[in-house]
């Protein structure tokens, strides 16, 4: 009895050691779970790497986490940028901001193409199994466009006859409950070459509470925001998914699967005293793909070569007003309209690999078509040209891996891939930003990985790119930007040097990085020569020259005792440009995250999550920083039988006020709990 009981116990803090160390793991930690594999990025790559983490998706539920931003929270050297006048969250990763880093949903492109930007919090975990995250030495086979590091949202699979999934979510404050969500999924095997998975999900969300520690400010004689309650900080949202895969034989996989999401959301006026105030909303915010994943296996063993084809349409259709007052009833000043928006994607990638000798040869080709179209479409002007416009781009990639086994420790993986973006049509009527011409960039990478003993060491230097948005070209920005046609794509030549393993009771990791950025396009105050902004100066888009961003990122996870454990993370990045007048933005120089968990028993587990951040800037020019902060988290799970289970956390344990936009402060303390029900 004894002895089972202590194996139990050491289970579960090796299962919680997996999940917090997944990318020391030498086995896939997922096998036999319902992760759809072919949604991996690199099918090959069953098991973790130093260069990439998997986060189990589940585990991070069991945190509070209840979307996708918040799932990759605490990976070292990701940061989120949330709130802001867009209210959206967005990931940084090691100081590349958003627009630099790719969203896949199982290896299809999702990012909005106009911009580059998607809102996280949008994509709820319901349906997901894994989120993979890759940083500079990702593959570039990946694709094209993926400067600072890629984030891949992991489909489910069933793997049973018949199961599924009820939870029930919800969370509430001093005053009250302001949100709740239901999530039902379900799967079928339903023979032995096909199988079904589908759910529908929901989330509404009224305004947050504010801790009691928050202190309202004065805008020009104007308090906006006051005590108790975030205002018009409220969202809702309606997702639905739904997969059909067949499997002919025990190698070969092929799925066609749709997702669709609808929603709305409100934005919280400006809270600070360093910017004008807006009233702005999201009516809509609607998104959906309909995509086909397919997997073929030549031959058998080791020596087998592969074939996985990716074909996908993908659409995002929403719309912002910006309105005069705060009741948000009226269209009438210069600054205020009502804009439509939607933006479609198409195309395909296809990969092969050819095993030879001790070489695996992986070749891919990637095809994007992407198109924007806005109108205003303000019904009170009847003078308003309500026209839609239509922004289209092309971008094409070819790349080529050699990974060469050169020992049974040994591996080295070369790779190149050329690409090709142009942007085709600029609908705007303004003859100055007609498109100018067709880019190509060229991209390349060597990395080292030796195993030695228990431990994983890794080398490379990897050059790669991105290419201007329809945005960064050709936006006026609502009257406060000049576009530049004349943007080229920004280049990072990653150095990196990484170490993993086993010491004693003690896994650890270890990644020394820098990044060489040159032509970095960032937001710079030029002149109103015509006056298009109507003042002195006006924003724009430029290759401002050379950047840095380096750091160190550090994990340790340590068991304290059969049933006690601790994990540790820190990260510290240094982003620097070229022109000291500009600031990098959402880029704090230290994070720090500690774990603690307990296991008593096989029914109950505690946890205690502390989130420590350095101060940071919201605005290129240094006059909007955010303060550093720290939160904790405490967290009770309770398994109630094998079917039915519980969490608990208090969030914000202390009620820390604190801002990551300046002027949008953040939750106060909030009781999260959850019920789910597996059958």
């Not at 067709?438 to 390349?444: D, K, L």
């Not at 440009?577 to 880029?587: F, G, P, Q, R």
Request: proline fraction near 3%; hydrophobic fraction near 35%; charged fraction near 20%.
């Amino acid at each position: 009895m004894f002895l089972a009981h202590f194996n139990q116990k050491r289970l579960a803090v090796y299962v919680q050691r997996l999940f917090w160390l997944s990318a020391f793991t030498a086995s896939s930690s997922f096998a036999n779970s319902q992760v759809f594999t072919l949604g991996k990025i690199q099918v090959q790559a069953e098991t973790q790497s130093i260069d990439a983490e998997r986060i189990d998706v589940e585990q991070s539920s069991e945190q509070g986490a209840s979307n996708v931003g918040e799932v990759i929270a605490e990976v070292p050297g990701v940061t989120l940028q949330v709130g802001g006048r867009r209210a959206e969250t967005r990931a940084n990763i090691r100081g590349f901001d958003s627009r630099q880093v790719m969203l896949y949903l199982d290896g299809i492109p999702i990012h909005v193409p106009y911009d580059g930007n998607i809102d996280l919090s949008r994509f709820q975990l319901a349906d997901l199994s894994q989120v993979e995250v890759s940083k500079g030495l990702g593959s570039l086979l990946e694709g094209p466009n993926a400067l600072g590091g890629s984030i891949n949202l992991v489909t489910r699979k069933p793997v049973q006859a018949f199961e599924g999934t009820l939870d029930f979510s919800m969370e509430a404050g001093e005053e009250g409950l302001f949100k709740h969500s239901q999530n039902f999924q379900v799967g079928s095997v339903l023979n032995e070459f096909f199988y079904l998975q589908a759910g529908i999900s929901a989330f509404d969300a009224d305004d947050f509470p504010l801790s009691a520690d928050y202190q309202p400010q004065s805008n020009n004689g104007t308090v906006y925001q006051g005590e108790g309650e975030r205002l018009r900080s409220g969202s809702e949202n309606l997702s639905a998914n739904l997969k059909l895969g067949y499997t002919p034989n025990s190698t070969d996989e092929y799925s066609l699967s749709f997702y669709r999401t609808e929603g709305s959301k409100e934005s919280s006026p400006y809270a600070g005293t360093a910017d004008t105030v807006r009233y702005w909303d999201w009516p809509q915010w609607d998104k959906q793909s309909l995509y086909y994943v397919g997997y073929t296996q030549f031959g058998s063993g080791q020596q087998a070569a592969y074939i996985k084809s990716r074909l996908f349409y993908d659409q995002f259709d929403n719309a912002l007003n910006s309105y005069d007052d705060s009741g948000y009833s009226t269209v009438t000043k210069g600054y205020a309209f009502r804009s439509q928006y939607n933006d479609q994607s198409i195309g395909g990638s296809l990969e092969g690999g050819l095993p030879i000798a001790n070489h695996l040869l992986k070749a891919a080709l990637f095809v994007k078509h992407d198109e924007h179209k806005e109108r205003d479409n303000d019904s009170d002007n009847a003078d308003l040209d309500n026209r839609w416009r239509t922004f289209q781009a092309e971008t094409y990639a070819l790349g080529l891996e050699d990974q060469i086994q050169l020992s049974q420790e040994t591996r080295l993986t070369l790779g190149y891939r050329y690409d090709h973006y142009e942007l085709t049509k600029t609908d705007d009527g303004n003859s100055d930003t007609d498109p100018k011409g067709a880019q190509n960039q060229g991209n390349w990478q060597a990395k080292l990985h030796h195993r030695l003993g228990n431990h994983e060491l890794l080398a490379g230097v990897s050059l790669k790119s991105r290419f201007p948005g329809m945005k960064d070209q050709v936006s006026y920005r609502l009257g406060q930007a000049i576009p530049n046609l004349d943007l080229q794509a920004e280049t990072a030549l990653h150095y990196e040097v990484g170490m993993a393993g086993q010491l004693g009771n003690t896994r650890y990791q270890a990644n020394l990085f820098y990044a060489d950025i040159r032509d970095a396009i960032e937001t710079i105050a030029v002149a109103d020569i015509n006056d298009v902004c109507g003042g002195d100066t006006c924003d724009q888009n430029q290759n401002v020259g050379s950047a840095s961003s380096k750091g160190i990122e550090l994990q340790s996870m340590t068991a304290l005792s059969d049933t006690l454990d601790i994990a540790v993370s820190y990260s510290h990045v240094i982003r620097d440009l070229a022109d000291k007048n500009i600031v990098a933005t959402y880029s704090p120089k230290n994070t720090l995250n500690l774990k603690l968990d307990w296991y008593p028993n096989q029914a109950w587990h505690f946890g205690l999550d502390g989130h420590y951040q350095s101060d940071s800037e919201t605005r290129f020019d240094g006059t909007r920083p955010t303060d550093r902060f720290s939160l904790w988290n405490l967290r009770a799970h309770y398994r109630i039988n094998s079917q039915w289970k519980s969490n608990i956390v208090l969030k914000n344990l202390f009620d820390k006020d604190y801002q990551i936009a300046e002027g949008d402060p953040m939750p106060g303390r909030t009781l999260y709990a959850n019920l789910q029900y597996r059958f």
